[in-house]
C-alpha cells in the first residue's frame, strides 16, 4: 500500500466560529482526510483535500443498511502551545475492533493516527485555546458500493473530519439528571453494541427524545434482555461508588469500552481505591440508596470527561446522590484527566501523544 498522505490546500479559509460561540459538532475545519478502499487496491490513496461536500451513489449501501463505524477523540492547545492528542491509539484500536464487527476491512491503525495528526497540523489554528476548549476529531468509515442487496460493501471511504469545540462545563462541573429506561433498548448482547456504529445511536433517539421532555439529560440504559443490569448512559460509560468501593458493569459484549472508563480505572488503581469491574443490578443500586450507601455516580466519555449524576429516576422514585452536588471522587478524576489532557499535570502513564 502507497502510505504517503498527499496533500491539497484550501485557496480561501473559511470564517472561524467565535470562542463564546461555539457549539459542539457545528463547524468544521479547512481540510479533511480521506482514504479509500476498493477489493484490488485494499486501503489506498491516502490524502488531505480541501473540507468538501462528498458525493455518493444514492444506492451506496451506507444509506441503506448502515455499515457503518466512527470514533471521537479530541486534540488540546497546552498551556506552553503545544498540541496533544490523548491515547490515540486506543481509539484507533477500537476503530479496528467496530470495522471487525460490521464486516470493515481493517485499517492501518498507524497509517490513520499519522492521517489524524497531519490533518491536525494543517488545521492547527483552529484548534480553540480558551480554557476546556478543544478540537473534536471525528474518523469515520462508510460503505460506498452501490448495491440494494445485503451484504458488505466491496468499497469503502475512511474519513477524518475535525470540529473545534467548546468548553463542556461552562460554569465549572455539573451534575445532571438522569431517567432509567425500563422500555427501550440500546442493543443486546450478541448485538453491536460493543462497536460504535451509527445504528446504536439510531436507536437510542426515541427513549433520549421521550426523557428530554422530562427535564433528563440522558437515559441510563439497562440491558435489554431484562431490563435489570445497568450497562451505560447516553453515550458514555457509568460508574457508581458504593460503600467505599467504586463499581462499573464489566464489558459484557454490548457495552462500548470506553477510552475514558479505561483510563478512570487505571486511576483508581494508581490511587489505591477500591474499585471493581462486574454486573450491577438497579435493585442493587436502589438498595444502596436505601441504605445510604450510594455516594456518588458519574458518567465518563470524551465528550464531558466526567458526569457527575445528581439524580437518577427509576420507577417514580427520585433518587437524589450527593446531595445533587459533585462528589469528591468525580471531581478527582475530572481534575485529573483533563489537568493531563491540558498539560498542567503530569502525565505518569505516558497517556499523551505531541503533534507538532
Ligand atoms: C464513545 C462512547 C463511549 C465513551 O467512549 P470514550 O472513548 O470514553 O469517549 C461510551 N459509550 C458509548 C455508547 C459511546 O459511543
Known amino acids: 500500500m502507497?502510505?504517503?498522505?498527499?496533500?491539497?490546500?484550501?485557496?480561501?479559509k473559511k470564517p472561524k466560529p467565535e470562542a463564546d460561540q461555539l457549539e459542539f459538532g457545528r463547524s468544521f475545519t479547512d481540510h479533511m482526510f480521506i482514504l479509500d478502499y476498493d477489493v484490488e487496491q485494499g486501503w489506498h490513496n491516502p490524502r488531505i483535500v480541501p473540507y468538501q461536500p462528498i458525493i455518493l451513489d444514492p444506492a451506496a449501501i451506507?444509506?441503506?443498511?448502515?455499515?457503518?463505524?466512527?470514533e471521537g477523540l479530541k486534540?488540546?492547545?497546552t498551556n506552553g502551545g503545544e498540541t496533544q492528542l490523548f491515547r490515540p491509539q486506543k481509539n484507533m484500536?477500537?476503530?479496528?475492533?467496530?470495522?471487525?464487527?460490521?464486516?470493515?476491512?481493517?485499517i492501518d491503525e498507524e497509517l490513520a493516527l499519522e492521517a489524524i495528526k497531519e490533518l491536525v497540523r494543517i488545521d492547527r489554528e483552529w484548534i480553540p485555546t480558551a480554557p476546556g476548549t478543544s478540537l473534536y476529531i471525528r474518523p469515520f468509515v462508510?460503505?460506498?458500493?452501490?448495491?440494494?442487496?445485503?451484504?458488505?460493501?466491496?468499497?469503502?471511504q475512511f474519513i477524518v473530519i475535525l470540529s473545534p469545540v467548546g468548553a463542556y462545563y461552562k460554569e465549572g462541573i455539573n451534575p445532571v439528571k438522569i431517567a432509567v429506561e425500563t422500555e427501550f433498548a440500546r442493543t443486546v448482547k450478541g448485538g453491536t453494541g460493543e462497536a460504535k456504529t451509527a445504528g446504536n445511536y439510531a436507536s437510542s433517539l426515541k427513549a433520549q427524545e421521550?426523557?428530554?421532555?422530562?427535564?433528563?439529560?440522558?437515559?441510563?440504559?439497562?440491558?435489554?434482555?431484562?431490563?435489570?443490569?445497568?450497562?451505560?448512559?447516553?453515550?458514555?460509560n457509568v460508574f457508581f461508588k458504593i460503600n467505599g468501593e467504586v463499581v462499573t458493569p464489566e464489558l459484557n459484549g454490548s457495552i462500548l469500552e470506553g477510552v475514558t472508563r479505561n483510563s478512570v480505572i487505571r486511576l483508581l488503581d494508581h490511587w489505591g481505591i477500591p474499585h471493581s469491574e462486574r454486573k450491577i443490578s438497579m435493585d442493587e443500586i436502589y438498595q444502596a440508596y436505601q441504605n445510604g450507601e450510594l455516594e456518588e455516580a458519574f458518567g465518563a466519555g470524551t465528550a464531558a470527561v466526567i458526569s457527575p449524576i445528581g439524580e437518577l429516576a427509576w420507577k417514580g422514585e427520585k433518587l437524589e446522590i450527593n446531595q445533587g452536588e459533585t462528589g469528591p471522587i468525580s471531581k478527582k478524576i475530572y481534575d485529573t484527566l483533563t489537568g493531563i489532557q491540558y498539560g498542567t499535570e503530569d502525565d505518569p502513564f505516558g497517556w499523551t501523544v505531541t503533534v507538532s
Open 142 to 156: 462508510i460503505s460506498t458500493e452501490p448495491y440494494l442487496g445485503v451484504a458488505p460493501s466491496k468499497k469503502y
Open 75 to 77: 486534540a488540546y492547545i
Open 210 to 236: 421521550l426523557v428530554a421532555k422530562e427535564g433528563y439529560a440522558q437515559v441510563l440504559w439497562l440491558d435489554g434482555l431484562e431490563k435489570k443490569y445497568i450497562e451505560e448512559v447516553g453515550s458514555m
Open 2 to 12: 502507497e502510505n504517503q498522505i498527499t496533500v491539497e490546500k484550501a485557496t480561501t
Open 93 to 106: 484500536q477500537r476503530l479496528n475492533r467496530s470495522n471487525e464487527r460490521m464486516c470493515i476491512p481493517s
Open 62 to 70: 451506507v444509506f441503506h443498511y448502515g455499515q457503518t463505524v466512527f
